[in-house]
């Protein structure tokens, strides 16, 4: 059970889902399990209410690195680019940690970009790339 605020609106599906849709003028609740999230909202996002003028643009690096070995360049990069989202987050499971020939699985740190312009995201994405030490690029999201 779930105490909702006083003017939310719950939506039961049509289709005989067990999960609603609840939310709060343009706040949504969705079910925390990820494909359950993900079922939710295809399922509410088919009747265009999440359309508009501003898309959200996402773009990531992986790096063979620590954030250590990045974090001037990722400041810098942060600090040329305040409308660009860039979020740091370090591997909790490396696979072929051990395999230090095959920089495509080497994916300890990733760096992800997210705004609503999509230039802005690629310069602040180029920006670091070229700050960065040789080497540690193992790939972005265009070339993976």
């Not at 399922?43 to 250590?68: H, Y």
């Not at 230090?100 to 690629?122: G, H, M």
Request: proline share 6%; with cysteine.
């Amino acid at each position: 059970m779930a105490q909702l605020p006083e003017g939310s609106c719950v939506e039961w599906p049509e289709d005989g889902n067990m999960w609603p849709i609840v939310s709060m003028r343009n706040v949504y609740i969705f079910a925390g399990a990820p494909h359950t999230c993900r079922a939710m909202f295809e399922r509410v996002a088919k009747d265009g209410r999440f359309e508009g003028e501003q898309q959200w643009v996402s773009r990531t690096l992986w790096l063979d690195a620590e954030e250590e070995d990045v974090l001037e360049s990722l400041q810098r990069t942060v600090d040329s680019f305040p409308l660009v989202e860039i979020g740091s987050y370090p591997s909790t499971t490396v696979p072929g940690a051990s395999d230090t020939t095959d920089l495509s699985r080497r994916r300890r740190l990733s760096i992800t970009f997210e705004a609503f312009e999509e230039e802005q995201v690629l310069a602040a994405r180029d920006h670091l790339m070229a700050a960065c030490p040789e080497g540690i690029l193992v790939l972005d999201e265009e070339s993976a």
